[in-house]
């Protein structure tokens, strides 16, 4: 059995607890996940953060693994940086023309 694009999104104006309340959220995932019988990959699970300012202290650790941070993504079709200027979208939605 396996399940397939987990997210999970989290605000906060304070970039220290906002990486509290990730690694908090993700482990509690993770408990999650290993309680139903399920895993969380770590070679392919990543996070983005969206702000515009590029200096934050977000870092995401589960099980003593850092966890990939990118800087774009893709959710239900669309293309994220990660600062939601939607350059990347709107060049690979012109390429498909």
Same mark, same amino acid.
């Given at each position: 059995?396996?399940?397939?694009?987990?997210?999970?999104?989290?605000?906060? =104006?304070?970039?220290?607890?906002?990486?509290?309340?990730?690694?908090?959220? $993700?482990?509690? /995932?993770? =408990?999650? #996940?290993? #309680?139903? *019988?399920?895993? $969380?990959? =770590?070679?392919? =699970?990543?996070?983005?953060? #969206? !702000? !515009? !300012?590029?200096?934050?202290?977000? *870092? $995401?650790? /589960?099980?003593?693994?850092?966890?990939?941070?990118? &800087?774009?993504?893709?959710? @239900?079709?669309? &293309? #994220?940086?990660?600062? @939601?200027?939607?350059?990347? &979208?709107?060049?690979?939605?012109?390429?498909?023309?």
């Amino acid at each position: 059995m396996y399940a397939d694009d987990t997210n999970l999104f989290l605000f906060d =104006t304070d970039a220290n607890y906002l990486n509290i309340k990730a690694n908090t959220n $993700l482990k509690e /995932l993770n =408990t999650w #996940f290993e #309680f139903n *019988k399920l895993s $969380l990959n =770590t070679d392919k =699970t990543c996070y983005i953060v #969206f !702000s !515009s !300012s590029p200096n934050n202290c977000i *870092k $995401l650790v /589960l099980n003593d693994i850092d966890i990939q941070k990118v &800087h774009m993504c893709k959710y @239900l079709g669309l &293309h #994220f940086d990660d600062q @939601l200027t939607w350059r990347f &979208h709107i060049d690979y939605v012109y390429c498909l023309q």
